[in-house]
């Protein structure tokens, strides 16, 4: 069993940066951002490979945010650059430890309690 514990989600104004950040208690493969805003779904924002090698984002957050991670610290990172208001949201980190690269349809095995980000006008 792996907890993920997520951290550095806070209050931004629009145009600013945060970074946040996914311990792992142990080793995992593929990691991913989701979050989920008040009252929609659950959305991936990004996700990576074990190797770092692959990444995916959003298209509504390419350019703007940067996911990667040091295995040696099992830390995921998710680095947010000129956040909009539309960025609000639980932001949850994801893992697995069977899957080395993700897809559409992968279904996370851990997962983390979510920390909130909100971003201001």
């Known amino acids: 069993q792996v907890q993920l514990i997520e951290s550095g989600g806070g209050l931004v104004q629009a145009g600013g940066s945060l970074r946040l950040s996914c311990a792992a208690s142990?080793?995992?493969?593929?990691m991913a951002w989701f979050r989920q805003a008040p009252g929609k779904e659950r959305d991936i924002v990004a996700h990576?490979?074990?190797?770092?090698?692959?990444?995916f984002y959003a298209d509504s957050v390419k350019g703007r945010f940067t996911i990667s991670r040091d295995n040696a610290k099992n830390t995921l990172y998710l680095q947010m650059n000129s956040l909009k208001p539309e960025d609000t949201a639980v932001y949850y980190c994801?893992?697995?430890?069977?899957?080395?690269?993700?897809?559409?349809?992968?279904?996370?095995?851990?997962w983390g309690q979510g920390t909130q980000v909100t971003v201001s006008t």
């Open positions: 990576i490979s074990w190797s770092g090698g692959t990444t």
């Open positions: 142990g080793r995992t493969y593929a």
């Open positions: 994801a893992a697995d430890d069977t899957i080395l690269v993700a897809s559409s349809r992968t279904k996370f095995r851990y």
